[in-house]
């Protein structure tokens, strides 16, 4: 025996059709059974009444067992044996009203044509042809028992007084060949509906499983997507955009894109307009500026009708920071390549000009005055002795030597060294810190580092200032603050630069040293507004400096 159904077929589903089956046929036999009832009992056309009760009582039975069978469907394990018992059932009860109405003469022979069709739904091509075998031979059989008279009659029938046996063949031939006819074309035609519902069924588990992988791409993927329609209100918001603006979709579903992004507003929606890439900043949900890349692009459906501007955008706020980095490192290098060049040509001449100035200042014949003017030439050269040694150091530095270091003590050290030098009269520190804290750096280019940071800061505060010192050894992080004026906006990205300075007297490089000093340990460091009211310095460590130590 061969499957019910192509593998797609699920059992659901034919028992969902021997369902619409079993109603379908008891609506069948009630019509023509019922039409032949009537017909019987109006004797003035000829027929037998006597036949009612027989013809009555094959639509009772045929109620009874659709019932019956429509109860144990549902607990019939092995569908196939109940499509098997229900066909057998209808090829019979086909038989028995052709053996009611005239054999022969009956004019309900299509029955078994109506049973073939309904096999051709339920069974594979071979099958069906069994199907149509058996009615052949159940009608050839009656028509055989018929013409030879050995049928019994009941009263009522309407059997012809004799048959003869031209119009038993012709009966035979033209019915089985219906039969067989109605079994190869509706099995050609049932296959065909079945690879039909198969390539649907399939093309529906291919557009499932697309929209599935669309879902998740759109889920997972990194950069931030958003549909702004025509009238310029957000219809769609990825996970990743919710992610890097800090709105969720709720938030920004159908609400104007000029209230959370106003400068994707201002992007043409004209048909022809497609942006490759622009930059744009905005403010996330916490307030964060952002710097984002984006590109834009039209959104048609499949009738190629507008459904407004597609958005991809990436925070590329962490790109621009290495970015100025890389630049600074540039700058950097170019800086180094220029001293290795100009240490000498400076060095030399200072030596000399020095060493005569204080020859010249050792002759009894100098008055106060060229004497006095002769310290400010010393002093001078001393300054630029000075300013040549921190540009070396800035351009030149040594290798890092790292070292297990209590930077809690360092910090308390270099906190006593300006209040006993008088640099930080007045000035409050705070130490938010107890040791030890212990860090793998290297000793003296962490000391310069914090010494220039905190030079700065009592620079900054001049008087009555305070000045805090925090230290978290599990994220590595240094912070220096101070009551300051603070550090204007304008000057905030070029504070690191070479030879940038906002003081009368500065040289620019003290906050330099400090940037490649702490880049030297392969950290970071930037400047934020303090709380205090003035800056705050925060210097990242990498991780190796914080665990190696522990």
């Not at 031939?173 to 649907?200: D, N, P, Q």
């Not at 004209?270 to 744009?280: C, K």
């Not at 970015?323 to 030596?351: C, F, K, M, W, Y």
């Not at 006993?420 to 750096?441: C, I, K, N, R, T």
């Amino acid at each position: 025996m061969g499957s019910l159904s192509p593998p797609s077929a699920s059992d659901t589903q034919i028992r969902r059709l021997l369902a619409w089956y079993l109603g379908i046929r008891l609506a069948v036999v009630v019509f023509f059974l019922g039409g032949a009832i009537v017909y019987h009992l109006r004797s003035s056309y000829g027929a037998s009444p006597a036949l009612v009760p027989w013809l009555g009582g094959l639509v009772i039975i045929a109620s009874l067992q659709t019932i019956l069978s429509a109860l144990f469907l549902s607990r019939f394990r092995q569908v196939l044996r109940f499509v098997h018992a229900q066909l057998t059932w209808d090829l019979l009860f086909a038989l028995a009203v052709l053996y009611l109405t005239g054999g022969v003469d009956s004019l309900y022979a299509f029955l078994f044509i109506l049973v073939i069709v309904a096999a051709s739904v339920f069974l594979p091509r071979s099958q069906l042809l069994v199907v149509a075998s058996a009615a052949a031979i159940l009608y050839g059989s009656l028509l055989d028992l018929q013409y030879y008279r050995y049928l019994p009659l009941f009263g009522g029938q309407n059997f012809p007084a004799s048959v003869q046996a031209p119009d038993v063949f012709y009966a035979v031939f033209i019915h089985v060949g219906a039969f067989f006819l109605t079994a190869l074309l509706g099995g050609y035609l049932a296959e065909r509906l079945r690879r039909s519902e198969a390539a649907r069924e399939q093309r529906d588990i291919d557009y499932g499983e697309l929209e599935e992988l669309n879902r998740a791409i759109l889920t997972n993927i990194t950069s931030g997507l958003m549909v702004v329609n025509p009238e310029g209100r957000i219809r769609s918001f990825n996970q990743a955009a919710a992610r890097i603006s800090g709105f969720r979709l709720e938030e920004v579903y159908n609400r104007p894109v000029e209230v959370f992004f106003p400068a994707f507003a201002r992007i043409d929606h004209t048909p022809n307009f497609s942006l490759q890439r622009g930059e744009v900043k905005v403010k996330t949900r916490q307030g964060d500026e952002l710097i984002l890349g984006y590109s834009a692009s039209h959104v048609r459906d499949p009738q190629e009708r507008a459904l407004g501007l597609l958005v991809a955008f990436q925070d590329l706020t962490e790109v621009k920071v290495l970015e100025e980095q890389l630049r600074r490192a540039d700058r950097l290098a170019a800086v180094g390549r220029l001293a290795s060049g100009l240490a000498h040509e400076i060095r030399n001449p200072l030596a000399s000009i020095s060493g005569s100035v204080q020859l010249l200042r050792e002759d009894p014949g100098i008055d106060e005055e060229n004497r006095r003017l002769m310290g400010i030439v010393i002093r001078e050269v001393d300054r630029l002795n000075l300013l040549l040694s921190d540009f070396l150091n800035f351009a030149r530095p040594s290798p890092l030597q790292p070292e297990c270091v209590d930077v809690a003590v360092l910090f308390d050290e270099l906190i006593d060294l300006l209040q006993a030098g008088g640099q930080a009269d007045g000035v409050q520190f705070e130490s938010l810190y107890a040791a030890p804290v212990v860090l793998l750096v290297d000793r003296q280019k962490l000391r310069q580092a914090i010494w220039d940071l905190l030079i700065n800061a009592v620079e900054a505060v001049a008087s009555n200032g305070t000045i805090r010192i925090s230290v978290n050894a599990v994220s590595g992080e240094i912070m220096v603050e101070d009551s300051g004026v603070g550090i204007n906006p304008e000057a905030r990205d070029r504070i690191f630069d070479p030879f940038f300075t906002t003081k009368d007297r500065g040289t620019g490089l003290g906050l330099a040293n400090v940037y490649a000093n702490i880049e030297a340990h392969r950290g970071h460091i930037y400047v934020e507004p303090s709380d205090l009211g003035g800056a705050c310095f925060i210097v990242e460590l990498p991780e190796e400096c914080r665990q190696k130590c522990i």
